[in-house]
């Protein structure tokens, strides 16, 4: 089994700064890339980030690319995504997701997930 918990949500002013983190556990021998996604009310949960396992590559939807980075510390089994100039429509719940594949940005191809934190951006 893999565990994922992920952390720093929180209400944040248009234009600033939140990092959050995910703390990956179990059998994360079988875990190669891992990813960022996001889902608003009412609407689907959309991609944001993807890293492989070395993070050696990474990629990020349009909306956030420049703004967002990912990132990953194996040693600590810890995930982050560092969000910069964040806007109004960046609010939604942010999960973490795990992946055997080596890359990928489709929520498919995900099996493991967080039980997501809320970012909130105010205008």
């Known amino acids: 089994q893999v565990q994922l918990v992920e952390s720093g949500g929180g209400l944040v002013q248009a234009g600033g700064s939140l990092r959050l983190s995910c703390a990956v556990s179990?059998?994360?021998?079988?875990?190669?890339?891992m990813g960022w996604f996001r889902q608003a009310p009412g609407k689907d949960r959309e991609f944001v980030a993807t890293?492989?396992?070395?993070?050696?590559?990474?990629d990020y939807a349009d909306s956030v690319k420049g703004r967002f980075t990912i990132s990953r510390d194996n040693a600590k089994n810890t995930v982050y995504l560092q969000m910069s100039s964040l806007k109004p429509e960046d609010t939604a719940v942010y999960y973490c997701?795990?992946?055997?594949?080596?890359?990928?940005?489709?929520?498919?191809?995900?099996?493991?997930w967080g039980q997501g934190t809320q970012v909130t951006v105010s205008s």
């Open positions: 179990g059998s994360i021998f079988s875990i190669n890339a």
């Open positions: 890293i492989s396992r070395t993070g050696s590559s990474t």
């Open positions: 997701a795990a992946t055997p594949y080596i890359y990928s940005s489709r929520t498919q191809a995900y099996d493991y």
